[in-house]
């Protein structure tokens, strides 16, 4: 069970699965510029959504995971902590996660296993392995903050799965070493939507230079009407390496729905 739990940089997620408010931008931006739009975007106080992981890869049946997330801005309005807990299949039935993002990169990760009645840590250098056997790395389930990484605006273009709206095509490298720890991608490359600064693609490249995953976010509806925020309900990611895809989907997206702070702590972590 450990081995196969311990086995999602710049996070994937940080960019697509989270909320982005409409955002109209005023003169040219550079590179960090636009990371700082996104990174203001994808803020929201509060989400509670259901979510289906599913994984696969030529040749085989896909398995389908369900879960729940729950997350929330801490005081400092900026870090976030979240917490996931599997409900299926039976066999990872209560296992759960909680995620808490601290400055310089440096998060902290933790596991409770219900066959062991523990709660395991994840270390920094093991962040960028696999997230319950799917293509993404722990490292991809937290956000990236724009200073921990140095942007260059390469481009605007036309974004790739709409090209009604143009995209700032982004290089990100890891400047903070606790970034730099957490993920095994030498860059990343975003294209970031002009209108609502969502993600409309991502590409990860590994320490070599070589491409390593690819990122599509889509399925995107306003969850906060008040705030005007939006989200991506469809995160596809495929490894290019293994061959390996999978698909983060949410539904039921709640905002501001007063999540205590008692959830995101390990006492309740170990609720089964």
């Not at 729950?70 to 917490?83: N, P, T």
């Not at 270390?123 to 722990?138: D, I, N, R, V």
């Not at 970034?179 to 991608?185: G, I, Q």
Request: aromatic letters at 8%; one cysteine or more.
């Amino acid at each position: 069970m450990v081995a196969r739990i311990a086995k999602l940089g710049l996070a994937l997620l940080s960019f697509a699965a989270l909320a982005a408010p409409s955002v109209a931008s005023a003169g040219p931006l550079n590179g960090r510029d636009v990371m700082q739009k996104n990174e203001e975007a994808r803020r929201t106080r509060e989400m509670l959504a259901g979510s289906t992981l599913t994984i696969g890869q030529p040749g085989e049946d896909s398995k389908v995971k369900s879960f729940t997330m729950w997350r929330k801005l801490a005081a400092d309005g900026i870090h976030s902590r979240s917490l996931t807990r599997f409900a299926t299949p039976a066999e990872v039935r209560g296992e759960a996660i909680l995620f808490e993002e601290n400055a310089n990169g440096e998060n902290d990760v933790q596991l409770y296993l219900p066959r062991f009645k523990k709660v395991r840590r994840v270390e920094a250098q093991s962040q960028s392995s696999s997230f319950m056997g799917s293509a993404f790395s722990y490292s991809d389930m937290t956000s990236s903050q724009t200073d921990d990484y140095k942007h260059t605006l390469l481009r605007s273009e036309p974004c790739p799965n709409d090209t009604k709206v143009s995209c700032y095509v982004v290089e990100s490298i890891a400047q903070a070493d606790g970034a730099k720890e957490r993920t095994s991608y030498s860059k990343s490359v975003g294209w970031i939507r002009s209108d609502n600064f969502l993600l409309a693609q991502g590409e990860c490249y590994d320490k070599g230079g070589a491409l390593w995953k690819r990122v599509v976010a889509s399925d995107i509806h306003e969850i906060d009407p008040a705030a005007h925020k939006f989200m991506a309900h469809t995160v596809r990611v495929d490894d290019l390496k293994s061959k390996r895809f999978s698909i983060l989907t949410f539904r039921d997206v709640k905002t501001n729905a007063g999540i205590p702070d008692s959830t995101f702590t390990p006492q309740n972590l170990s609720r089964e």
